[in-house]
């Protein structure tokens, strides 16, 4: 049973970031693990305007406009998610944490001037390939109406060997759809992830600087999976009322080079000049 815990502020991400780092190594991440059921609600939130407009120039909006991007949600909610997921009963280790995928939806135009509540939840484990899979999930409400405006799942993998694995050996998977058509090249620069970082609270050391992402394999600093996201979407455009589905597959190394493409269809893809696919996903228009 989930119970609400009603908070006053965003807590600040640089000690839950440095409170989830210290607790990592203590984790047995498994699928049947409990996990918190604790539903976090902030009520009466009010947009900074400022740090909105940043945003937007960060991953190519439009800015001035009375409208919450269709991604900018999931920077409101996302300090509540790392204080669960930073917490001692959350399972899974917070470094080496991927965000795998996200789903969105979101049911009319937000206006950036509105008041909301916001509250963020974990909803399930899951076992995954190649480990354990964690889904939270953020609402938001109109404050007046009480009604859900805006709603996201995000999937986290915590990567370790699970029953039959065997290192290397292949794993099938479904035939690759036909590639997408480029629409545009973006060069994203090595400092994009300390801008993006700066705008939505995610300082990641893996997103900074190539020294902090080379302690976590990487050769250089990574973008950030939501920044890859927005960016497609300011590009694509979205209706109103709009479903949101993404994957994210390979990161993107900063600096880079990476192809946008989309079709009429609503899907779109990143990937690099060779093919290897960074990111895949859909935008279309919600059901009524």
């Known amino acids: 049973?989930?119970?609400g815990t009603v908070i006053g502020k965003p807590p600040a991400l640089t000690p839950l970031l440095a409170r989830g780092a210290l607790l990592s190594p203590f984790k047995r991440p498994r699928p049947d693990a409990p996990f918190p059921r604790t539903r976090l609600v902030l009520p009466?939130?009010?947009v900074d305007l400022a740090r909105l407009s940043a945003y937007e120039r960060v991953c190519g909006f439009a800015t001035g406009e009375?409208?919450?991007?269709l991604t900018y949600p999931h920077v409101l909610g996302f300090p509540l998610a790392m204080r669960l997921m930073s917490g001692r009963d959350f399972p899974l280790p917070l470094l080496g944490l991927v965000h795998t995928s996200i789903a969105i939806r979101r049911h009319r135009a937000l206006p950036a001037t509105g008041t909301y509540e916001l509250a963020v939840h974990v909803d399930r484990l899951a076992p995954h390939r190649r480990?354990?899979?964690a889904a939270v999930v953020t609402e938001l409400r109109d404050a007046g109406t009480g009604r859900v405006v805006w709603e996201s799942t995000s999937t986290y993998?915590?990567?370790?060997?699970?029953?039959g694995e065997h290192p290397g050996a292949p794993v099938p998977g479904p035939q690759a759809p036909s590639p997408l058509p480029a629409v545009a090249e973006w060069r994203p620069g090595a400092d994009l992830g300390r801008r993006y970082g700066a705008v939505s609270g995610d300082r990641n050391p893996i997103h900074l600087h190539p020294l902090t992402?080379?302690?976590?394999?990487?050769?250089?600093a990574i973008a950030h999976g939501m920044w890859t996201?927005?960016?497609c979407l300011a590009a694509h455009g979205s209706p109103e009322a709009a479903v949101v589905r993404a994957e994210f597959r390979a990161p993107v190394l900063l600096p880079g080079t990476v192809v946008y493409a989309a079709d009429a269809s609503g899907r779109f893809e990143l990937r690099s000049p060779?093919?290897?696919t960074h990111l895949t996903g859909s935008v279309t228009t919600a059901p009524a």
């Open 1 to 3: 049973m989930t119970t």
């Open 66 to 69: 009375d409208a919450l991007p």
């Open 274 to 276: 060779d093919d290897r």
């Open 131 to 133: 480990g354990t899979e």
């Open 44 to 46: 009466g939130l009010r």
């Open 213 to 220: 992402a080379r302690l976590f394999g990487f050769p250089r």
């Open 157 to 163: 993998l915590a990567r370790h060997r699970t029953a």
């Open 229 to 231: 996201v927005a960016r």
